[in-house]
């Protein structure tokens, strides 16, 4: 049976953000952390090695594959910072055209450092994705 490998665990945060190699990316990773703490009110969790998340929901999918996952997270990874949203938040398209300088992967946002986007357009996609995510998937 598949076994997840991201899951909530007792890392301390900012151990991991202190581990960081790259000074920059450690002073982006504790900006995002003061963002995200402020943007969902929720503390912040180490999920598996490298991903701080906030909140949590459990899923179900049609196939019957369930799990938890954070609401929002990121990761201060040594290419880009990756932040994940809610892929299919009807939202999400809409602010990301106010975002700044970014990529995107399927649920992920990338960014080289917070320097290059708008730092209250980031706060709204946080907010958007999580509310989306708990209207799906009510607890």
């Not at 982006?28 to 701080?52: H, P």
């Not at 299919?88 to 960014?111: A, H, M, Q, W």
Request: glycine letters at 6%; a positive charge; aromatic letters at 10%.
């Amino acid at each position: 049976m598949y076994q997840l490998k991201t899951k909530e665990t007792d890392e301390d945060v900012m151990k991991f953000i202190e581990s960081v190699d790259s000074l920059k990316k450690r002073e982006d990773a504790y900006q995002l952390l003061d963002l995200f703490t402020a943007s969902t009110n929720c503390q912040a969790k180490m999920w598996g090695t490298s991903i701080i998340g906030f909140g949590k929901y459990h899923y179900q999918y049609e196939s019957g594959h369930s799990g938890e996952a954070p609401l929002v997270s990121f990761s201060p990874r040594k290419a880009k910072i990756s932040i994940y949203l809610a892929a299919d938040d009807p939202n999400r398209e809409r602010l990301l055209n106010d975002l700044g300088k970014y990529t995107t992967g399927k649920s992920c946002v990338f960014i080289n450092k917070v320097a290059d986007i708008n730092q209250a357009t980031l706060s709204q996609l946080i907010n958007s994705s999580m509310n989306y995510l708990q209207k799906k998937y009510p607890v």
